[in-house]
């Protein structure tokens, strides 16, 4: 899991994708990754 903050810092972003791009990588080829950033003053529930 990930905070909202760790999302927002570009060198934590990077960071978590790189990760999540490995660990996937390790089942197959990772075509592509997308994970959402928050956007300022917006809310989202969940």
């Known amino acids: 899991m990930v905070t909202e903050e ?3 810092d570009d060198e ?6 790189e ?4 660990e996937c ?3 197959g080829f ?3 990754l ?3 950033r928050p956007i300022q003053g917006v809310d989202v529930p969940g």
């Open 6 to 8: 760790e999302l927002r």
């Open 12 to 17: 934590e972003y990077e960071d978590i994708m």
């Open 19 to 22: 990760d999540v791009r490995e």
């Open 25 to 27: 990588g390790k089942y």
């Open 30 to 32: 990772v075509k592509s």
């Open 34 to 36: 997308e994970i959402p």
